[in-house]
């Protein structure tokens, strides 16, 4: 007899190194491993150093991002971030010091200090990020005191990132190479100051989608005014604005957690984790944010605001609910603030969660993601193609939300998908993004195409 108490063993892994990678849901801690190095090999869907360095900063809007490298590493993270802007487009340029063989053989500075003199005599622009690459960083360039130079010698910010994607196998190095830029950036320098004021700082949001407009909008209903946004939609003025902020709220932790803790050791400025993804989380959010300024009219306001949004969408996501109950899915993003925001909002849809995974998750993260889940759902870090191929088809999966790598796989298995990566430019944000992406889990998983697709694939797909 099936003893139904019995706690189900850990799915297998692809690659047996592998298996400690992967755990299995329920209200047990999962004692996964995470924020390791990638086992080489594996194919990990995470990108590298540089690239986390690239997605972080590329939002400032102003900013020149100079890529000391060959011209492969600016191509590929040109415009990586789908980000947008109500004012300057310097961003929408890639720069590159594109390094051939006789820089690597003889060195690459030379090069590098001509590439920032151009671009101040064309663009004058007020800060240059000189990002570090493989190349340049095995060779030895000293990218940052070329940068010091530059910046005594034009009187801009020259800004080194040190980002050579050899330094490790995990992104969130490169998160952290892109926060310490950013606060050399902000600091202010001997003899200037910064006024505190009543604003707060939004860290961890890029303005994908308009996402920051919106949430600026919302606040701006309860009395509250954003100072600047971590990065999206920012400009070198607004950043340097950043130390009078009396609160930081943190969407993105895995971007952003070591910026807001640096912030609150060197300003004083306290923080909190937020997180806007779902009807569920932004209502939370809101009242939380609304408490901290312990204000009487603040909080009134946002109730009225939380009243009248709820009310307005709940019939759209009930009608979508009666399309979605009973349907499995499976999530597999970079962050885990977001596969958790996930995860409510497809629960609120009535829907069955039984694969989740990030890219960067942590491992309080990950006991949290655990004890949301059904016992027999998987949990799993730094996955590659191999692994998620098994597990969607072991699992039976009709709709998957991740990002722009796991497209592909899904289709190929017939299995409905939604974009949820960093270069899409549908708002996904607070009771608007909950209500748009309802309406893209149920084309995409009630679309008559998959019937038709699956009567061609082998049996075990089905």
């Not at 995990?170 to 902000?186: D, Q, T």
């Not at 950043?239 to 932790?253: D, E, F, R, S, Y």
């Not at 629960?347 to 889940?373: A, C, F, N």
């Amino acid at each position: 007899m099936e003893d139904l108490c019995a706690v189900p063993a850990a799915p297998n892994a692809c690659i047996s190194e592998r298996q400690n990678s992967i755990a299995r849901g329920g209200k047990n801690k999962t004692g996964i491993h995470c924020t390791d190095d990638s086992l080489a090999g594996s194919v990990s869907q995470r990108a590298c150093v540089f690239c986390g360095a690239r997605v972080v900063l590329n939002p400032v809007t102003d900013a020149v991002h100079l890529v000391h490298g060959p011209i492969g590493c600016a191509t590929y993270t040109w415009d990586i971030r789908g980000s947008l802007s109500s004012g300057p487009e310097m961003y929408r340029n890639s720069f590159s010091t594109d390094m051939k063989e006789h820089d690597v053989v003889f060195g690459g500075e030379k090069k590098l200090i001509a590439c920032i003199e151009e671009i101040v005599e064309k663009y004058h622009p007020p800060v240059i990020f000189v990002y570090a690459t493989c190349v340049s960083g095995m060779i030895g360039d000293d990218i940052i005191a070329v940068s010091k130079s530059a910046s005594a010698r034009y009187g801009i910010d020259v800004v080194p990132v040190e980002s050579s994607g050899f330094i490790s196998g995990n992104k969130v190095v490169g998160y952290r190479a892109a926060a310490e830029a950013l606060m050399k950036l902000i600091t202010p320098r001997d003899g200037e100051t910064v006024k505190k004021t009543r604003k707060l700082n939004f860290l961890g949001e890029y303005n994908l989608g308009g996402e920051t407009w919106l949430i600026r909008n919302y606040l701006a209903e309860m009395g509250i005014e954003i100072n600047v946004a971590f990065t999206g939609d920012s400009t070198v003025a607004a950043l340097k604005q950043a130390p009078g902020a009396c609160l930081n709220i943190v969407q993105c932790t895995g971007s952003m957690h070591w910026m807001a803790a640096n912030l609150k050791r060197k300003f004083g400025t306290p923080f909190m984790s937020v997180n806007f993804f779902g009807a569920e989380n932004t209502v939370d959010s809101l009242r939380r944010i609304a408490a901290f300024y312990d204000d009487p009219a603040i909080t009134c306001r946002t109730e009225a605001h939380i009243a009248r949004e709820t009310e307005r969408i709940r019939p759209v996501i009930q009608r979508y609910r009666k399309k979605l109950a009973g349907k499995r899915a499976a999530i597999y993003v970079g962050g885990a603030y977001k596969a958790v925001a996930i995860i409510r909002q497809l629960r609120e849809l009535g829907m069955e969660i039984v694969i989740t995974g990030t890219q960067t998750g942590k491992q309080e993260e990950y006991d949290d993601i655990s004890g949301m889940l059904d016992k027999n759902a998987v949990v799993i870090d730094d996955a590659n193609p191999a692994e998620l191929e098994k597990f969607l088809i072991e699992k039976r999966v009709d709709v998957m939300a991740g990002g722009v790598k796991e497209r592909v796989l899904a289709y190929k298995l017939g299995i409905g998908f939604v974009d949820h990566n960093h270069d899409r430019k549908e708002c996904l944000t607070g009771f608007e993004g909950a209500v748009t992406f309802a309406h893209e889990v149920y084309v995409t998983t009630c679309s008559p195409v998959w019937k038709q697709l699956k009567r061609t694939l082998p049996p075990e797909v089905h």
